[in-house]
């Protein structure tokens, strides 16, 4: 079955570092370019970035450049999202998807995990 | 960047109705590069149409999407009780990619 794993919720305090995780599985790994999405509550979708697992080429979103760290280990068929320090701003759901093409920057995504909610409160 | 402005913020229709669903971009950009995504309470989003009109794999024809240029459509024929859900657009052809603000479409 082709599926993306997500690591399951995290309730952390500002200030804390997270890294969470989506593990690939039931397709070529290294050959679709994974996304991360994040989804604050209430709110709509916003592109992170996006990271090829074959090269761990990572393209970032402006908005999102500098705060968080996109990686990729293709042994283990697994894309990563991490912080260094979380804000209670960085409370969302955070999905990971993978791209439906091996064209590079036809960049939009047919599989989808099942998020990892992530709340960062004192 | 190009932002993605959505039309209707809710749609109310009854099942058996059309749901016409609008997506305008801020400017132009490569080709018919949008797709458009279902997403229910609890779930991830779903792919439905990708290249502004082709169907993603098993998508019910009563979903297709049009347009070019700046201005795309969503269209929903014979509304189904499990198509009452929020609907996204979001635009491939430029750098950032960006999503729309959402239509939710609501039973009446």
């Known amino acids: 079955e082709v599926q993306l794993v997500q690591s399951g919720a995290e309730v952390k305090k500002p200030g804390e570092s997270l890294k969470i995780s989506c593990e690939g599985s039931g397709y070529s790994f290294t050959s679709y370019w994974i996304a991360w999405v994040r989804q604050m509550p209430g709110k709509g979708l916003e592109w992170m970035g996006i990271?090829?697992?074959?090269?761990?080429?990572?393209r970032y979103s402006p908005s999102f450049q500098g705060q968080v760290t996109i990686s990729a280990d293709k042994s283990i068929n697994t894309a990563y999202l991490q912080w260094s320090s979380l804000k209670a701003s960085d409370t969302a759901m955070y999905y990971c998807?993978?791209?439906?093409?091996?064209?590079?920057?036809?960049?939009?995504?047919?599989?989808w995990g099942r998020g990892t909610l992530v709340t960062v409160s004192s | 960047e190009t932002v993605l402005t959505q039309s209707p913020g809710t749609l109310s229709l009854s099942p058996g109705e059309r749901a016409t669903l609008s997506c305008r971009a801020s400017q132009s950009f490569r080709s018919s590069y949008l797709a458009w995504y279902q997403q229910k309470p609890g779930q991830a989003p779903r792919l439905l149409i990708y290249g502004a009109s082709s169907r993603a794999t098993g998508i019910p024809d009563r979903f297709s999407g049009s347009g070019s240029g700046t201005d795309f459509t969503l269209t929903i024929n014979r509304l189904e009780s499990e198509d009452f859900a929020v609907y996204y657009c979001?635009?491939?052809?430029?750098?950032?990619?960006?999503f729309g603000g959402g239509t939710k479409v609501e039973m009446k």
């Open positions: 990271i090829y697992p074959g090269d761990s080429d990572t």
């Open positions: 979001q635009q491939y052809g430029s750098s950032p990619l960006t």
């Open positions: 998807a993978k791209c439906r093409e091996v064209i590079p920057r036809n960049w939009f995504f047919d599989l």
